[in-house]
């Protein structure tokens, strides 16, 4: 048997740990100071920065919510004004980055006299290379010109140190904010592990998470799946989408419709389907009688196979171009850009629906108690999700 002495000093320890955690978690947001302070405020990473702004700009727009209108309509509202702030702060760091961020491009220059690539770093345009001419000869090259790569002021040293301890801040306060829900949600609330629950701060520290934690994560995974999407741009992420799940798709359906009932309508649009059917049944016929019905089919499905892998090279080839197009221009870029982040914004929005679908079965299967991590005060878009999804849980599930 343990006895008390032994359960006693296991319940100070509990109680002391998170006290500890706070001594490491300000020993490494100080590091991380010192290495964005040595970097700058336009080398550091600002993630964390994008986080706490968008779910804070959140949390003080989603107190204008009604709390007595309906389910559909809170979540909905709450959804909408969460992909607001997003699309908000979003577009601020993407001007704060092209005016802030190190850059290297390519610049057009003329330069007078007799100037070789060594000598200038010059890329000279093939017209120029046969020029017969020696008086108002200026040679039209391109240069590579790098902007933001010179030592920080100390204003941006300062804020590269406060942005990096942030990022760390951040990160730690989400896993100690997870742990803590982890805790209070599941059985582990009823054993040592809860006497972590009871330590100083902690019930503080908890209602926080349970105010901003799942709204701060769901705003996060948004905005990495919307800037995803800015970095891949709409027209490859269609042809990337087309090429592969096209792919896949139009191989299973060749390999399907041989073996279908459409194989056995000789009319219309089925007719090409029902003759090449028949051509490789006939011709397996010669070969292996017994299988050839079956292997018939097969052969007929890899023709068809065949078939449609060349249409999707010449729709990639297409699409290909048309991205080469779009990336000729810096507008077309930039529109491309915008609109792949929009529409991988909404497809963030379905993914933080189809997390909350998982946790509000695992909660109605009695696995994990999420309704435990929540509180009625905040926490207006997890709130949502979970009494939208609970909401159609359970009726499917009745």
């Given at each position: 048997m343990i006895s008390l002495h032994s359960m006693m000093a296991v319940g100070n320890t509990m109680q002391k740990l998170p006290q500890i955690l706070l001594i490491v978690a300000g020993c490494l947001m100080g590091i991380a100071f010192v290495i964005g302070f040595l970097k700058g405020f336009r080398k550091v990473g600002w993630n964390g920065?994008?986080?706490?702004?968008?779910?804070?700009?959140?949390?003080?727009?989603?107190?204008?919510?009604?709390?007595?209108?309906?389910?559909?309509?809170?979540?909905?509202?709450?959804?909408?004004i969460a992909l607001a702030c997003i699309a908000g702060v979003l577009a601020l760091y993407g001007l704060l980055s092209y005016y802030l961020r190190p850059k290297i491009r390519w610049v057009k220059d003329n330069v007078n006299g007799d100037?070789?690539?060594?000598?200038?770093g010059l890329e000279f345009e093939p017209e120029y290379v046969n020029y017969d001419g020696e008086d108002d000869w200026q040679p039209y090259g391109k240069r590579i010109k790098k902007t933001g790569f010179t030592p920080p002021c100390f204003a941006f040293r300062l804020l590269g140190g406060l942005a990096c301890a942030i990022n760390v801040g951040v990160i730690?306060?989400?896993?100690?904010s997870v742990v803590l829900l982890g805790i209070k949600s599941?059985?582990?609330a009823d054993k040592n592990f809860g006497l972590i629950l009871t330590a100083k701060y902690m019930d503080n520290f908890l209602a926080l998470a349970q105010r901003t934690l799942l709204d701060v994560l769901c705003i996060g995974l948004i905005i990495t799946i919307a800037k995803k999407g800015y970095s891949a741009g709409l027209m490859n992420s269609i042809r990337a989408i087309l090429v592969s799940i096209g792919t896949l798709a139009l191989i299973g359906l060749c390999f399907y419709l041989p073996f279908s009932p459409f194989a056995t309508r000789d009319a219309g649009m089925w007719h090409f389907l029902v003759s090449l059917t028949n051509r490789c049944i006939n011709m397996m016929h010669q070969w292996v009688p017994k299988f050839s019905k079956p292997l018939g089919k097969i052969v007929a499905g890899v023709v068809m196979s065949i078939g449609a892998g060349i249409l999707m090279f010449l729709i990639n080839l297409a699409l290909k171009k048309w991205c080469n197009f779009v990336s000729t221009t810096a507008s077309t870029r930039m529109v491309d850009s915008i609109l792949a982040c929009v529409l991988y914004m909404i497809i963030g929005a379905l993914v933080c629906v189809a997390?909350?679908?998982?946790?509000?079965?695992?909660?109605?299967?009695g696995i994990l108690h999420i309704s435990e991590a929540l509180t009625d005060q905040g926490a207006h878009l997890s709130n949502g999700l979970y009494k939208f999804t609970n909401r159609f849980l359970v009726r499917w599930l009745r």
């Open positions: 920065l994008i986080w706490v702004t968008a779910g804070g700009v959140f949390i003080f727009a989603s107190r204008s919510i009604n709390s007595t209108g309906t389910v559909t309509k809170k979540f909905v509202l709450a959804m909408l100037t070789s690539l060594a000598a200038y730690l306060w989400a896993i100690g599941t059985s582990l997390i909350w679908f998982a946790l509000a079965a695992l909660d109605y299967f």
